[in-house]
């Protein structure tokens, strides 16, 4: 779900890119800008989103559980606050064609992180990921 979540949301923002480099002078790539804002929200809310509050909940030992979940919920928020904040300044130094380009390219560095670094937890119980982790063959 990850990655596919992260292909729809990188070409949404790279359409989102091209179009922002023509809407001031076009209404029409102001319509696909919108339209391509929303399916980068439509795969956002449907992958990671909820994706990345159940792998919180569940990638930390049973007796470390409640700390670990509220060590990622700041870690998230915290990340969250970053991005809001620093938005102005880089749509300053970019513009905005050229930072949902490096949004999008972000994107894509997603993809390879995912594909090589995070285990799947489909159809496994809370304790085999555990032992799992305990013993680094969770893959």
Do not use: Q
């Not at 989103?49 to 559980?65: A, H, K, Q, T, Y």
């Amino acid at each position: 779900m990850l990655i596919w979540g992260s292909v729809g949301m990188a070409v949404s923002l790279l359409v989102m890119s091209i179009g922002m480099h023509f809407s001031s002078h076009n209404r029409v790539a102001a319509y696909i800008c919108a339209i391509a804002l929303t399916i980068y929200i439509a795969f956002f809310s449907a992958t990671w989103g909820p994706v990345m509050w159940i792998m919180i909940g569940e990638m930390f030992p049973l007796n470390i559980r409640g700390i670990g979940n509220s060590f990622g919920a700041v870690i998230n928020w915290s990340a969250n606050s970053v991005v809001s904040l620093a938005f102005p300044f880089l749509l300053n130094l970019f513009g905005t064609g050229s930072l949902f380009f490096g949004y999008a390219a972000a994107c894509v560095l997603r993809i390879w992180f995912v594909h090589s670094k995070v285990f799947e937890i489909r159809n496994r119980y809370l304790e085999e990921i555990e032992d799992g982790l305990r013993k680094g063959t969770l893959k």
